[in-house]
């Protein structure tokens, strides 16, 4: 009875260990650097519409360049309802119902092979394929460590 109930302590995610930005991500984070943290309105701003700017797509919060994959995600593209938002929820279940994009990085009632697809996608297509530009605001109260880098300011 007692391993039953620390199996379920222990197989019980909070939601900041769910977002936890993967440790792979904090190595490669040169906390010299200042990042660049986003708020939901302004990655709106990096949908693809406009054709001089980089498009930007997040997934759990951090937000990639995903300007060299143009023909998935540029304007009238297959993947466009992805960018200029934090598409956590779609990526994880795969699909581009509206619902879905709509509740951006809202993973809850996800069953965890969603999570684990999630996780893989993360690591597999955009850590592997795009550089990391910022980070989204909503990291700021779940991951503390982002709370020792400098912030930049200006762009
Ligand atoms: C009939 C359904 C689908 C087919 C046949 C399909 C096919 C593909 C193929 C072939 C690629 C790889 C393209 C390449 O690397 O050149 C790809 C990538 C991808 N697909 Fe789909 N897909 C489908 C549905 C979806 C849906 C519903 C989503 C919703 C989230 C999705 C999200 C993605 C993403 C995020 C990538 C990675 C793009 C990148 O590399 O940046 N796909 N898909």
Request: aromatic share 10%; net charge neutral.
């Amino acid at each position: 009875m007692l391993s039953l109930f620390l199996l379920m302590v222990v197989a019980k995610k909070t939601s900041a260990e769910k977002f936890a930005i993967p440790h792979d991500v904090i190595e490669k984070l040169n906390v010299k650097t200042p990042v660049r943290i986003f708020t939901s309105d302004e990655l709106k701003r990096y949908s693809g519409v406009d054709s001089e700017k980089p498009i930007y797509l997040a997934v759990k919060g951090v937000v990639f360049d995903v300007t060299s994959g143009k023909k998935f995600y540029g304007k009238n593209s297959v993947y466009n309802a992805l960018v200029g938002k934090d598409a956590t929820r779609a990526i994880a279940k795969m699909n581009l119902d509206e619902e879905d994009l709509k509740r951006e990085h809202d993973i809850e009632g996800l069953e965890d092979k969603y999570l684990q697809d999630l996780d893989k996608i993360f690591n597999d297509v955009y850590m592997a394929k795009y550089p990391v530009v910022g980070y989204m605001d909503y990291l700021l109260s779940v991951n503390k460590f982002i709370n020792k880098v400098r912030i930049k300011e200006e762009f």
